[in-house]
């Protein structure tokens, strides 16, 4: 199953654009966008293929340490981290329509 995995690192200093252009191109090859500039993190929400949702975070988790250090930020630790399958998007949609 597919999941999108939102993971965000935080840290002691503000990013800028040009690191979080960094990290979006480090994740664009995982279907993946990042965010966080002019905070004290970054983040990004990729693609990950895997069991059930714990396996995604900890997949993700690896992909997204290994994109990171493709880039010039700091290494900082993940603090929060969180998988969605295609399954809950569609539950969600659901509960709006009705």
């Known amino acids: 199953m597919q999941y999108s995995v939102s993971l965000v690192a ?3 200093r503000e990013m800028t654009l040009d690191e979080i252009v960094e990290l979006a191109d480090a994740v664009a090859g995982m279907n ?4 966080g500039m002019g905070t004290m993190s ?3 929400q990729i693609m990950v293929d895997a069991e059930n949702s714990a396996d995604a975070v900890e997949e ?3 992909m997204f340490e290994a994109a990171v250090q493709k880039t010039s930020l ?3 630790p993940v603090t929060t ?3 969605m399958s295609e399954d809950d998007d569609y539950e ?3 509960l709006i329509i009705e």
Not at 32 to 35: D, H, L, N, R
């Open 32 to 35: 993946g966008i990042a965010s």
């Open 81 to 83: 981290a969180h998988a």
């Open 60 to 62: 993700g988790r690896k």
């Open 74 to 76: 700091p290494f900082w």
């Open 92 to 94: 969600d949609l659901d």
């Open 42 to 44: 970054y983040g990004a």
């Open 10 to 12: 935080e840290g002691d």
